[in-house]
């Protein structure tokens, strides 16, 4: 149980152009979802927190314009890299969060900016 | 400010062996700490999580152990296997705020066959 599947799993596009990725819990309601961003070899960062029908939570230093997030349902969040550029480039990870404290990941997207 | 410390970086372990990942933390607050276990390219994987009320916890091959009054937890790996060559991350988190996690820096584990 406690799946959580992302889509694409990569994405190359060119630079000033927008870029959507989903993540759906596949067997359980997410109460909330979490958006990361990584750098190779480094850490997750939290980039938002988003709660189903609710404005997302941005961490300090995000772009609230430039990563958008929507959180339409309780098992799909949606995270839109407007006007993409090159230093945009990273792996996007998803996480959801039911009626439990576990956060369940999603397998992750690359995003390529040329 | 690192709210959560984790080391060593990098660890190199023979086959067979234990690995031990420690972690320490600064806010008292925190009252859930997740172990993830992260292969390249792949999303983190819950590998296992203990509350500060217990200070020992294991699943299989792996075991948390909590020191609350330190304020430090470790990750020990036994008969550890090349299979488990991986970054892991500890976390911690506490209620309220949506529970998000604060996250280690990571510890990236080679078993050598």
């Known amino acids: 149980g406690a799946v959580v599947s992302q889509h694409p799993s990569r994405v190359i596009c060119k630079s000033g152009t927008s870029v959507k990725i989903e993540c759906r819990s596949l067997d359980f309601q997410a109460t909330t979802m979490f958006w990361y961003r990584q750098f190779p070899k480094k850490s997750l960062m939290l980039m938002a927190t988003?709660?189903?029908?609710?404005?997302?939570?941005?961490e300090q230093g995000v772009e609230k314009d430039k990563f958008l997030i929507n959180h339409a349902s309780l098992t799909l969040s949606t995270l839109t890299v407007t006007s993409a550029h090159p230093e945009d480039s990273s792996f996007y990870i998803c996480?959801?969060?039911?009626?439990?404290?576990?956060?369940?990941f999603g397998p992750g997207t690359r995003l390529l900016v040329l | 400010q690192q709210q959560v410390k984790q080391s060593p970086q990098s660890l190199i372990v023979q086959k067979g062996g234990i690995s031990i990942i420690n972690c320490a933390y600064e806010?008292?607050?925190?009252?859930?700490f997740p172990w993830y276990q992260q292969f390249p390219g792949k999303g983190p994987a819950l590998l296992i999580a203990i509350r500060p009320d217990v200070s020992e916890k294991k699943e299989g091959r792996f075991t948390i152990s909590f020191n609350k009054s330190a304020k430090q937890f470790s990750l020990h790996i036994m008969d550890s296997q090349p299979g488990d060559s991986a970054t892991y991350f500890c976390a911690a988190g506490r209620g309220g705020n949506n529970r998000k996690l604060i996250w280690g820096l990571g510890t990236s584990l080679a078993v050598n066959p």
């Open positions: 988003s709660n189903e029908g609710s404005k997302a939570t941005y």
């Open positions: 806010n008292t607050a925190f009252d859930y």
């Open positions: 996480s959801a969060r039911g009626g439990f404290e576990t956060q369940y």
